[in-house]
Structures are given as structure tokens and as C-alpha cells.
Nanobody, 122 residues
Framework: QVQLVESGGGLVQAGGSLRLSCAAS????????MGWFRQAPGKAREFVAA????????RYADSVKGRFTISRDNAKSTVYLQMNSLKPEDTADYYC???????????????WGQGTQVTVSS
């Protein structure tokens, strides 16, 4: 079992920045891939970014490429999502998730956090 807790969401103006954190506990000794997903009201959950255990492989959705950066600190069992140049369309609930193999599909992730809300005002 892996428990994930997100933090760092909030209200920000367009063009601003936020850094989300996801603290993992439980089976954190496993070489887990970590991902960030988001879900806007009335829309399906979508992939945002993923990072391999060692941090050498990352993947981003086209909509956030160049603006968001995913990173991790395995010593702290924490994954981060630095979000810059935020846009109103980035408004959503953001979730972190973990899986054993690198993936961008939500269905491939076994463990999920409760989410943190990000609101970007225009």
C-alpha cells in the first residue's frame, strides 16, 4: 500500500506560479513511477506529467510542456510539480498517483492521492 497526500494548491492569477507537492508513505521503498493528473469540472481526468524512479525519464502533456516541471526527492519520498505561466485553463483538481511501470494512462496507476485544487483567475 502507498498513501499519497498532495498539497500546495490554491488561487493564483494568470501568469503566476504554484508548486504542488505529493508526500508518499507506506511502500515507498519500491521503485515507483509517479505521475500528476488533473480533472476540471465536467471533464475527464487527464495526464499532466510523470517521472521515473531515478528522475531520469519524464513525460509531459503537450498542454503543459515548457511551463510545468515534475521532479522528485526520493530521500523525502516527495514528488513536486512546479507550475509556471499558469493559465485559466489549468484550473482543476490535481492528483498525484503512483505505479510500478512508466505510464501516462490513469488506469495504469494503482494509488492516488485525494487531490488539491488549483484555480487560475484571468
Amino acid at each position: 500500500q502507498v498513501q499519497l497526500v498532495e498539497s500546495g494548491g490554491g488561487l493564483v492569477q494568470a501568469g503566476g506560479s504554484l508548486r504542488l507537492s505529493c508526500a508518499a508513505s507506506g511502500r515507498t521503498g519500491s521503485r515507483l513511477v509517479m505521475g500528476w493528473f488533473r480533472q476540471a469540472p465536467g471533464k475527464a481526468r487527464e495526464f499532466v506529467a510523470a517521472i521515473s524512479w531515478g528522475g531520469t525519464s519524464t513525460r509531459y502533456a503537450d498542454s503543459v510542456k515548457g511551463r510545468f516541471t515534475i521532479s522528485r526527492d526520493n530521500a523525502k519520498s516527495t514528488v513536486y510539480l512546479q507550475m509556471n505561466s499558469l493559465k485559466p485553463e489549468d484550473t482543476a483538481d490535481y492528483y498525484c498517483a503512483s505505479t510500478s511501470s512508466f505510464a501516462v494512462e490513469a488506469g495504469s496507476y494503482a494509488y492516488w492521492g485525494q487531490g488539491t485544487q488549483v484555480t487560475v483567475s484571468s
